[in-house]
């Protein structure tokens, strides 16, 4: 059973930083992509930002592009999102995901696992 554990989230005044992490378990980690999605309330969930096997090829929502980056440890089995200069429109939910490939994607169908989610909640 494959177990993902986001952690890091909490509250944060508009123009900070948190960083997010996630915890993979029971999986093969280091062969396939990771990615970061979030549900704000009452809206769909969006993606976010999403990264191959390897570290080596990253994509971004429009939205959090140049603000947020991801990145994985293949050794620890972990993928963070560090955001920087949070805006309100970041508050939502955040979670992590895992493929059985190792391409990234930008579709949540096309995930596999789901972690449970971590709450962020930017405010002025």
């Known amino acids: 059973q494959v177990q993902l554990v986001e952690s890091g989230g909490g509250f944060v005044r508009t123009g900070g930083s948190l960083r997010l992490s996630c915890a993979a378990s029971?999986?093969?980690?280091?062969?396939?992509?990771m990615g970061w999605f979030r549900q704000a309330p009452g809206k769909e969930r969006e993606f976010v930002a999403t990264i191959n096997w390897s570290g080596g090829t990253t994509s971004y929502a429009d939205s959090v592009k140049g603000r947020f980056t991801i990145s994985r440890d293949n050794d620890k089995n972990t993928v963070d999102l560090q955001m920087n200069t949070l805006k309100t429109e970041d508050t939502a939910v955040y979670y992590c995901a895992a493929r059985n490939r190792p391409d990234p994607s930008d579709e949540d169908v096309k995930y596999d696992y789901w972690g449970q989610g971590t709450q962020v909640t930017v405010s002025s």
């Open positions: 029971a999986w093969a980690f280091s062969t396939n992509a």
